[in-house]
């Protein structure tokens, strides 16, 4: 009876929202409302002399966490998720960069080095751990990225939507926003629960560059009719 208690408490609060991270630009997200900053989206953009760097990344405060972890050359990236994966308990939450360009000359890109799996791409979810009075709630938050150009090392990002479970320790799926998290009878996730992102154009960016470790940044635990 406890179980069916906890399971009919259980609910996803969604917030729809639409913020453009450009250039030199942030966003304090509170993911529960309280008025407390729970991550800050920051797109910085410097140059110097000989070139000039992008860097965007999803910040946690203090008890806080971003799903991913650190990789080769003690990076922490922060993982693209899939719509459809778990979030919660299981799983790492060391990340930080979520993406990051640098130019070859602060006057005429000679040549562009990228990095990153949030690098153009297109409603992915980033897998939130936060605290709500000293215990942890797990949600997630989506976005899409885009390359201001070809020529140059500038991103925006734009947050699209976020949501967490308001039960403690209790996971959540990326891209659901209401009922609860279980799996119907048929072993598949109810489709009508998750959120319908408007549609829009796929791009070749990643696998241009062939990067070898895109498999690990890329987390795609998709289940059932959630695709």
Same mark, same amino acid.
């Given at each position: 009876? *406890?179980a069916?208690?906890?399971t009919?408490?259980a &609910?996803i609060?969604?917030?729809?929202?639409?913020?453009? +991270?450009?250039?030199?630009?942030h966003y304090? !997200?509170d993911v529960?409302h309280?008025g407390?900053?729970?991550?800050?989206?920051?797109?910085?953009y410097?140059?110097?002399?000989?070139?000039?760097?992008d860097?965007?990344?999803?910040?946690?405060?203090?008890?806080?966490?971003?799903?991913?972890?650190?990789? +080769?050359g003690?990076k922490?990236?922060?993982y693209?998720?899939?719509?459809g994966a778990?979030?919660?308990?299981?799983r790492?939450?060391?990340?930080? !960069?979520m993406?990051s360009?640098?130019?070859?000359?602060?006057?005429?890109? @000679?040549?562009i080095?990228?990095?990153?799996?949030?690098?153009?791409?297109?409603?992915?979810? @980033?897998? @939130?751990?936060f605290q709500?009075?000293?215990k942890?709630?797990?949600?997630?938050?989506?976005?899409?990225?885009?390359d201001?150009?070809e020529?140059?090392?500038?991103?925006?990002?734009?947050?699209?939507?976020?949501?967490?479970?308001?039960?403690?320790? &209790?996971? +959540?799926?990326a891209? &659901?926003?209401?009922?609860p998290d279980?799996?119907?009878?048929?072993?598949?996730a109810?489709?009508a629960?998750?959120?319908?992102?408007?549609?829009?154009?796929?791009?070749?960016? *990643?696998?241009?560059?062939?990067w070898?470790?895109?498999?690990?940044?890329?987390?795609?635990?998709?289940?059932?009719?959630?695709?």
């Amino acid at each position: 009876m *406890l179980a069916l208690a906890q399971t009919a408490e259980a &609910k996803i609060v969604y917030t729809p929202t639409h913020r453009v +991270i450009g250039e030199d630009g942030h966003y304090n !997200l509170d993911v529960n409302h309280d008025g407390i900053t729970d991550f800050t989206l920051v797109n910085s953009y410097v140059c110097n002399s000989r070139t000039c760097f992008d860097r965007l990344n999803a910040n946690p405060v203090v008890g806080n966490g971003v799903e991913g972890r650190e990789t +080769i050359g003690q990076k922490s990236y922060a993982y693209a998720i899939d719509r459809g994966a778990q979030i919660g308990p299981t799983r790492p939450f060391a990340g930080k !960069l979520m993406a990051s360009r640098r130019c070859g000359s602060a006057t005429s890109c @000679l040549w562009i080095s990228s990095s990153g799996p949030w690098r153009n791409v297109t409603n992915q979810y @980033l897998g @939130l751990k936060f605290q709500i009075h000293g215990k942890t709630h797990y949600g997630w938050a989506r976005l899409s990225t885009q390359d201001v150009s070809e020529y140059a090392p500038g991103m925006t990002a734009t947050l699209t939507g976020y949501a967490y479970e308001t039960v403690p320790d &209790k996971p +959540i799926v990326a891209g &659901k926003t209401s009922g609860p998290d279980e799996e119907s009878p048929s072993g598949q996730a109810d489709p009508a629960a998750f959120d319908a992102p408007a549609p829009q154009p796929a791009t070749l960016g *990643l696998l241009a560059t062939g990067w070898p470790e895109l498999p690990v940044w890329r987390r795609r635990e998709s289940v059932g009719a959630a695709q």
